[in-house]
């Protein structure tokens, strides 16, 4: 069974500043995929980035990169130049590859980030 | 509206009472999946369907609970004779089985059992 480690239960930055969340995982599995979802205060989940395990480049949208490091089985998140707009709990999640097709994820327990103005 | 939806949004009920929540996804997605979610802590996977075939239930999803996708679209999630323990907040995803990209979610269903 896979499993999904954040271990910062809460984070804070200074707007404009840069934040790094923290996850690691645990799988036998070879192929697989791995997702930071962002869930805003009373809003749904929403997708932040996604890394597919066969990459080896760290996957970047816009303000939001990761660093992978599969040996290690560690998948953190950075957010640059932080706006309000950023607070929320952010998931870090697992899927499974292979030929099953898009199949349930697994979570970590989460990080909350405050942005501060 | 493209995205996924729920109802009710939120749903407060007395112990032993029988509770339906439903999900509609994306039209075109043929995968739903269903998640439970407590205070505090990531969502838990229960189970999900392709089309209308169910694939997998977690061992999280008691004999109390029942989950159906009758024509492939919407779903229903039950819950019979609830429990205390049931409240949380039941989140619903969608998407395409060939697709490994993100699963599109729902706004949830809480639900407080009093």
């Known amino acids: 069974a896979q499993t999904v480690t954040q271990s910062q239960p809460e984070m804070s930055v200074q707007e404009a500043e840069t934040v790094t969340l923290s996850c690691t995982y645990d799988t036998s599995e070879n192929n697989y995929y791995l997702f930071w979802y962002k869930q805003p205060p009373s809003r749904q989940m929403i997708l932040v980035i996604r890394q597919e395990a066969y990459k080896q480049q ?60 | 509206d493209t995205g996924v939806s729920q109802n009710p949004r939120h749903k407060i009920t007395k112990r032993g009472q029988n509770v339906t929540f439903r999900c509609d996804p994306i039209s075109e997605h043929n995968r739903l999946y269903w998640y439970r979610q407590t205070l505090g802590q990531g969502p838990e996977f229960l189970t999900y369907f392709q089309n209308e075939a169910q694939l997998e239930k977690s061992r999280l999803l008691s004999d109390r609970f029942s989950a159906e996708r009758p024509k492939g679209s919407f779903s229903t999630l039950e819950i019979q004779r609830t429990e205390q323990g049931d409240s949380a907040m039941y989140l619903c995803a969608s998407s395409l089985k060939n697709s490994y990209n993100e699963q599109f979610f729902g706004p949830g269903t809480r639900l407080t059992v009093l």
């Open chain 1, 58 to 117: 760290n996957a970047t949208e816009n303000r939001f990169s990761v660093n992978f490091q599969k040996a290690a089985k560690s998948f953190s998140l950075k957010i640059s130049d932080s706006q309000l707009g950023d607070t929320a709990m952010y998931f870090c999640a697992f899927m499974r590859g292979g030929f099953s097709g898009n199949t349930p994820l697994v979570f970590g327990k989460g990080t909350r980030l405050s942005v501060i103005a």
